[in-house]
């Protein structure tokens, strides 16, 4: 059932398509693949809905925007016109309280095109869609998230994943915070003028301008993200930051040995700054031994072993997805950035999806029905889809 919030707005529908903006056909939203079966009974399923409409269920990763259905080959034409379809329909049946939206290329680094004035922009597309519907909020505060949940509504959280726009001036921190940005990564996968991303051969740790930059997004209340930086330059971050650092999309390199996936001495150090992971599940990341076929079954593998090393209330879900074929996007993406550099390693079984973990619609449901359906416990299910992240982001802002 959608929130009675959601009245079927659909992104820019104040505009003329073809007229004022370029048209693209997009991927479905709703029943685009078919519904995962976890096998549950009907008082399991009822448990399921009801710890997700009682608690609050925040993502501290994902991009929920609509893909063209032809995401492989139109994904820069796509991506350049900034108009970046919400996928307001799916995510009105998510579950979702809350979802740190990643704005897309926006964040990425420089070796992408994406510089100072494109971020802005992709930031004013979205915000200014927003402004003509009245379901998913422009939240800057855990009261905002809060007030989502109240009201049936969606509470967006800016971030970006990597910080190299802001090249060497530490103001400009400033000024996204002001646009409503709470959330950032140090690098996206190469080094910048903060540090090293985890694409890197050599890690050379944090700079003496990624000290100032760390100490400025504490002063101001944006939230570290590490999933993206090499591991000294982690490990430097948490030593430098005066709050909790978030490695918001990851899963645990001890259990499937690639770059993307993080040590377990960098999880430690998280959550030994009072911080937490999000485990992911875009496309053949979070694999693990014992499911080398990337279903939700491997992601939760990645959940139990981070959940041993640090304890239940350092792990949340970070699922980063997006509506429409990842796997497409993924190949295009790995083409242009050199994706498959960073997920390489063991082998794997390929996919065309991640069955259960497909999009932002499906996510949190069938995370929180996997857990119900493994015996985890009303208050454990509270804490990973929510609770954990609120406590985290209270401390940070």
């Known amino acids: 059932m959608a929130p009675p919030h959601y009245a079927g707005y659909r992104s820019f529908s104040y505009l003329e398509p073809g007229e004022d903006y370029v048209e693209f056909t997009l991927a479905a939203e709703v029943d685009r693949l078919p519904a995962h079966d976890l096998g549950l009974t009907a008082a399991e399923e009822d448990r399921a809905e009801r710890l997700l409409t009682e608690n609050i269920a925040v993502s501290l990763h994902d991009h929920p925007v609509r893909l063209p259905e032809k995401a492989e080959a139109e994904l820069s034409a796509w991506n350049r016109e900034a108009r970046l379809a919400y996928g307001y329909e799916g995510l009105s049946r998510s579950g979702l309280d809350a979802v740190f939206d990643n704005l897309d290329w926006g964040a990425c680094e420089s070796r992408n095109g994406w510089k100072w004035d494109d971020v802005i922009t992709d930031l004013g597309m979205r915000f200014c869609d927003f402004a003509h519907q009245d379901y998913a909020i422009r939240a800057e505060s855990v009261d905002d998230i809060r007030r989502a949940h109240a009201e049936g509504r969606l509470a967006a959280v800016a971030g970006l994943e990597g910080a190299a726009l802001i090249e060497n001036e530490v103001d400009r921190l400033d000024v996204l915070y002001g646009l ?14 903060l540090g090293s991303g985890l694409r890197e051969r050599g890690d050379g740790g944090l700079t003496e301008f990624g000290r100032r930059a760390v ?128 997920t390489a390693g063991p082998e794997f079984e390929p996919v065309e999806y991640v069955a259960g973990l497909e999009n932002p619609g499906e996510c949190f449901r069938n995370i929180t029905r996997w857990l119900v359906k493994h015996g985890y416990s009303d208050t454990d299910i509270a804490a990973v889809t929510g609770g954990n992240a609120l406590r985290v982001l209270e401390k940070i802002s």
Not at 182 to 192: E, I, K, L, P, T
Not at 257 to 286: F, N
């Open 180 to 193: 409503g940005v709470r959330q950032m990564g140090v690098a996206y996968s190469d080094q910048n003028s």
């Open 215 to 342: 100490r400025r997004m504490n002063r101001l209340g944006i939230a570290i993200d590490l999933s993206h930086s090499g591991d000294r330059t982690a490990l430097d971050v948490i030593e430098a930051s005066d709050k909790p650092v978030l490695i918001t999309h990851a899963g645990a390199r001890g259990l499937w040995d690639t770059p993307r996936m993080k040590p377990d001495e960098v999880i430690r150090a998280c959550a030994e700054s009072g911080g937490m992971i999000g485990i992911e599940a875009a496309p053949y990341t979070t694999v693990s031994p014992d499911h080398r076929r990337h279903t939700i079954e491997s992601v939760m593998d990645h959940f139990r072993y981070c959940v041993d090393l640090v304890g239940i209330e350092h792990v949340g879900f970070g699922p980063d997805t997006f509506f429409g074929d990842h796997m497409g996007l993924h190949h295009a993406m790995s083409e242009k950035l050199g994706v498959g550099s960073i």
